[in-house]
């Protein structure tokens, strides 16, 4: 009996992780445009679809994964893999994002070459453009309308826009003093806030 | 091939803030000893973006494929991956032990804030090369500057864009992406 509970929770772990990579896979094969065109495929498969992890999860990958050496999307995988499923986890998803770039790549390398020369290529490769651009202003009216939900987070909005922008601010530096104004700034201070956050409180049940 | 994965180490270690921190790195790297023609390099980049993927690991895959064939892609993404891997094995083990601490909650609050504004940034800069129709080597530095943007607009594309946000924002199902981006292709040969 209990042999056949453990092959059995054998065969639904191996099933989840199957799952988990194949998601990576035809991600990777699907997320034109980079960075956040594939954390929003992401979500949709793994937030709405599976509901292995929550929205606010995902961000919050995406900023750790600003602070480590290396490609955020990569490393922003490899932590949803933790979150599924711990140190194996990682490796699936690894795997996942480099199978489909090395597949596509090689295709491309030996085929674009040729299909450059001609006008349609370009055509094609401008009219993905646009519609990448569309979908990120779309996921980004989605960011600030779910984050910047009050004037503290506004000002930070802001600075770090600016300063990044216009001054070549680095990220770390923005994250360090993030994390400061995190520490010392409490929402409850503020009594209209408190009023507002209940509100928000009683929507959400 | 042993070259190669220490060059793309190297490069993951050092690739602070992203893919796109990797290609002055790979610059300096590949192009300036003469490894990969200047040329080549851009059109790398180009592809890179074009192609589904995370534009700095496809990138790299192209780079080793250039110098390795098939074994050089496959050693020049697995080296660009480790330090991810390194990095996520050790900061989520810590994350998951004070993700639930007050302050911790309150300091990811401001933090995704200060990501928006980012964001922003990432999204204006893909505006200005699917938009604009600018000449090789413009930069903006005045708000003179980006008045004179303005000439050089691509209005087929313009139109594109708002209809694609349109229907994104109020269409009531939500389609995955890779369907606009298709579309996209696919109206690009008729506009532009």
Same mark, same amino acid.
């Given at each position: 009996m209990d042999n056949a509970l453990e092959k059995k929770s054998f065969k639904k772990e191996l099933k989840e992780s199957l799952d988990l990579f194949l998601v990576f896979i035809k991600v990777g094969f699907l997320a034109f445009g980079g960075g956040l065109a594939i954390l929003r495929v992401l979500e949709q498969e793994l937030?709405?679809?599976?509901?292995?992890?929550s929205k606010e999860e995902m961000l919050d990958y995406y900023i750790l994964s600003q602070?480590?050496?290396?490609i955020i999307i990569v490393s922003s995988s490899c932590f949803i893999g933790y979150k599924v499923k711990k140190q194996r986890g990682i490796f699936i998803a690894l795997l996942g994002v480099i199978i489909p770039s090395i597949a596509v790549i090689v295709v491309v390398a030996l085929l674009l070459d040729k299909l450059i020369a001609y006008k349609i290529t370009t055509s094609i490769l401008k009219g993905m453009s646009v519609a990448v651009t569309a979908v990120l202003i779309d996921i980004n009216i989605d960011l600030i309308r779910n984050n910047v939900n009050n004037i503290v987070y506004f000002i930070v909005f802001v600075l770090s826009f600016i300063s990044m922008r216009f001054f070549n601010v680095s990220i770390v530096f923005i994250v360090l003093a993030s994390i400061m104004i995190g520490l010392f700034y409490k929402e409850k201070e503020i009594r209209s806030e408190v009023l507002k956050d209940n509100n928000n409180v009683k929507e959400d049940k | 091939m042993l070259k190669i994965f220490l060059t793309f180490i190297y490069t993951g270690f050092l =690739?602070?803030?992203?893919?796109? =921190?990797?290609i002055p790195i790979l610059y300096q790297l590949m192009v300036l000893p003469g490894e990969i023609l200047e040329e080549d390099f851009y059109n790398m980049i180009a592809i890179s973006q074009a192609t589904p993927g995370p534009v700095g690991l496809n990138l790299a895959t192209y780079v080793g494929f250039s110098e390795g064939s098939i074994l050089g892609a496959l050693v020049a993404s697995c080296a660009i991956a480790i330090p991810s891997l390194l990095g996520v094995s050790i900061l989520a083990r810590i994350y998951e032990k004070v993700k639930n601490n007050k302050t911790m909650l309150r300091v990811m609050k401001v933090l995704r804030s200060a990501i928006c504004g980012i964001v922003v940034i990432a999204v204006l800069k893909l505006l200005k090369n699917s938009l604009f129709n600018l000449p090789e080597g413009m930069v903006a530095n005045k708000i003179s500057d980006y008045i004179s943007f303005l000439n050089y607009i691509d209005y087929s594309a313009l139109i594109l864009m708002t209809l694609f946000i349109l229907f994104m924002r109020f269409s009531k199902k939500k389609y995955t992406p890779a369907i606009y981006i298709v579309v996209g292709g696919i109206l690009g040969i008729f506009l532009f």
């Open positions: 937030c709405e679809k599976r509901n292995y992890l602070l480590i050496p290396g | =690739a602070f803030g992203g893919g796109l =921190a990797t």
